[in-house]
């Protein structure tokens, strides 16, 4: 059997800067991974088969999932027994079917033997970004990515009000279509402390509808930016919200256990940036 994560994807800055004819819009984002995840195993079968547990699984069982889409994708004619395992809210910001496409495919070229394809975007525009898996700047639809050298260390809190986001209503609902982009050369970042300074000064374009549709937005960022945290923000469409912490593996713990002892029904949790 074979085990792969899905770690979730951060958009720690979201810069919409045009859109193109066919609708999709033109995206300048730098993203993070999170040792915080989904995990698909797969094993040889006769047949073909999905199984969803896990504390978000409800619904998601269906023919169209999206690992099942990377499984034909992959391997037209193979057969494997799958497990997800869905630890992390759907719908939420945070990469999730994107996500749990890549850890497919990774589980799947392992136990079939065979090369993880070039170009895996036909999937969903989040899924070559989630193939790569470490921090990359993410330009065009979603679908040019540069890696980033290392970043500062940080940990991270992320927190999700339980309200699922649709991102093309988010999309839609952007009233100014082009925004600038980041920096042309993005600068060093000696620190933690100078990264979050940096961040502060990037926006995430989507925030603003987001907000607008799901106002549980606004508090969850307003909760974040009142623990002791370097710098928070929305993630992706959202409705899920991160907030970076120095790498003490103690403050975004903390802050994790004041949040679910105040907010029960919001969804949190804390680990690294990876
Ligand atoms: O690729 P994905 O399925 O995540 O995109 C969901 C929807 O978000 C698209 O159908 C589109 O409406 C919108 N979208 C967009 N521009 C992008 C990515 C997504 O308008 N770059």
């Not at 170009?119 to 899924?127: I, S």
């Not at 700047?137 to 979603?142: K, V, Y």
């Not at 925030?207 to 960022?221: F, R, S, T, W």
């Amino acid at each position: 059997m074979i085990t792969e994560t899905a770690p979730a994807k951060i958009n720690l800055t979201l810069h919409v800067t045009g859109q193109r004819s066919d609708g999709y819009h033109l995206l300048d984002s730098l993203v993070v991974f999170a040792d915080i995840g989904d995990q698909i195993t797969a094993s040889p079968a006769s047949g073909l088969s999905l199984r969803v547990d896990g504390p978000f699984a409800a619904g998601l069982e269906g023919d169209d999932n999206l690992v099942l889409q990377a499984a034909r994708f992959l391997g037209p004619q193979r057969k494997a027994r799958i497990t997800l395992t869905k630890n992390l809210p759907v719908a939420s910001g945070i990469g999730g079917g994107s996500a749990d496409a890549a850890a497919a495919l990774r589980a799947l070229s392992r136990l079939w033997d065979v090369p993880l394809p070039q170009d895996v975007a036909a999937l969903g525009a989040d899924v070559p970004a989630c193939v790569h898996g470490k921090p990359l700047r993410l330009q065009g639809i979603g679908d040019r990515i540069s890696p980033l050298p290392t970043l500062p260390a940080l940990d991270i809190l992320l927190v999700n009000p339980g309200v699922s986001v649709s991102t093309p209503a988010i999309f839609k609902a952007l009233t100014q279509k082009a925004h600038p982009p980041m920096p042309e050369v993005l600068p060093d970042w000696p620190d933690a402390a100078n990264f979050a300074g940096w961040l502060a000064r990037q926006r995430n374009d989507l925030a603003a509808p987001a907000m607008q549709l799901a106002p549980e937005i606004d508090a969850v960022l307003h909760r974040l930016r009142a623990s002791n945290c370097l710098f928070a923000g929305m993630s992706g469409s959202g409705a899920t919200c991160f907030a970076l912490f120095l790498p003490d593996g103690y403050s975004a713990k903390a802050a994790q256990a004041q949040i679910a002892a105040e907010t029960p029904d919001w969804w949190a949790a804390a680990g690294k940036v990876n």
